[in-house]
């Protein structure tokens, strides 16, 4: 049996396979509210076999999303709103729907990234924005605001008021954006954090803010419905974050309950240098799952079925994540189960789609027309 298309369940929650849908930025939201092309965009995304639906990285607080195309969940109407996308998600599929929280640090107010994805200054439609120290991504950006205590506990409650929001939309799971550059991976990381009080110096403390936050979205969040968390395992770049800190700091969150880590890389600094390839991130994954004991993600460019298959049966992770081969295929899934044997969850309108024998990766299923 393949592997890939074996079910995994974590608290009350059985994914049926181990394939997830990354969540994917549209950077096309309006003052954070989804909207027709986020129903059209996630409902094929839905009906498409995967095993877990991942929403894009949705901001907590209006001066955190990456750009001003970004979803957010920071009061009652975009509750609303996305209680909507939620009925019509529900209604067409059945498949589990993690909902993934963010907040950009001194990377939000960006360009989208068809015009260059470069900072928007406030007199461009951006605003000031915040990090652990006043410090900038780039040569020549204006410094973000560093944190003070007040603001530590603003983004702390504004993540925990969208985890609130989140349970009561039945999203099945959550997942913190603590990579590529974002503000939990700015706190981390030695490049973008240099605090000299109790959230920067130290491992301990650079991990301090990031474990809090997860501690205070855990609470509030339903405890039968995992939590998960993104992170990326090495700043490519001397003296920053890197593996061995990661697995550290995956085996604290493993203490506080953690259901799964996403092993990305990156994204916090432009000086970064990395050595681009196929699976360049599966060691990362590897080492979080061996060494942390916790249930791991890959990602990165990983786009054929056997070798999504191959990451499973070496070990390397326990999820597979997809995300441009998505954009390209939305029915992935069902050409993996081709591939490898297995079979997926489909529409019955759709049941006639797979040509001669390979209708059997719907399993059990018929369709007659007099």
């Known amino acids: 049996m393949s592997l890939l298309f074996t079910p995994l369940t974590s608290r009350s929650v059985t994914f049926p396979n181990r394939i997830v849908v990354s969540p994917m930025c549209q950077y096309v939201a309006e003052d ?43 009061d009652e109407a975009h509750e609303a709103a996305f209680a909507t996308l939620m009925h019509s998600i529900r209604r067409h599929s059945t498949i589990p729907v993690t909902l993934q929280l963010a907040h950009a640090g ?9 015009r260059g994805g470069q900072l928007l200054l406030p007199e461009q439609g951006g605003w000031r924005t915040h990090g652990p120290s006043a ?26 008021e969208a985890a609130r929001r989140a349970a009561r939309l039945g999203v099945d799971a959550l997942e913190l954006h603590g990579g590529h550059g974002y503000l939990l991976h700015e706190f981390l990381s030695p490049i973008a954090n ?8 130290s491992l301990e403390n650079r991990m301090r803010f990031p474990l809090e936050v997860f501690d205070a979205v855990r609470a509030v969040f339903p405890a039968e419905r995992p939590v998960g ?4 395992a090495s700043d490519w770049m001397e003296g920053g974050w890197d593996i061995e800190q990661t697995v550290a700091f995956a085996a604290e969150l493993k203490k506080r309950g953690v259901d799964w880590v996403v092993a990305s890389s990156g994204g916090v600094s432009p000086l ?18 061996e060494r942390a004991g916790v249930v791991s993600t890959a990602v990165g460019l990983i786009t054929e079925p056997q070798q999504a298959e191959a990451v499973l049966a070496d070990g390397q992770a326990d999820f597979v994540a997809i995300a441009r081969a998505f954009l390209y295929n939305p029915r992935w899934p069902w050409h993996a189960a081709a591939v490898l044997g297995g079979t997926v969850t489909a529409p019955p309108p759709y049941w006639r789609a797979p040509p001669g024998k390979l209708h059997t990766i719907f399993g059990d299923t018929s ?3 007099r």
């Open 32 to 74: 954070g509210f989804p909207n027709d092309w986020h129903l059209a965009h996630l409902l094929q995304l839905a009906v498409s076999g995967a095993g877990m639906l991942t929403i894009e990285s949705t901001a907590v607080e209006p001066d955190g999303r990456i750009t001003p195309g970004d979803l957010g969940l920071w």
């Open 106 to 114: 001194r990377k939000a107010s960006s360009d989208v990234p068809w």
């Open 135 to 160: 410090l900038a991504h780039k040569e020549g950006e204006p410094a973000p605001i560093a944190l003070d205590a007040a603001g530590l506990e603003r983004v702390r409650n504004a993540f925990v």
């Open 194 to 201: 240099q605090r000299t009080d109790a959230y920067g110096g």
């Open 229 to 232: 968390i993104k992170v990326s």
């Open 272 to 289: 970064q240098k990395i050595a681009v390839a196929p699976g360049y991130q599966l060691p990362f994954a590897q080492a979080i799952r």
């Open 367 to 369: 369709f007659g027309a």
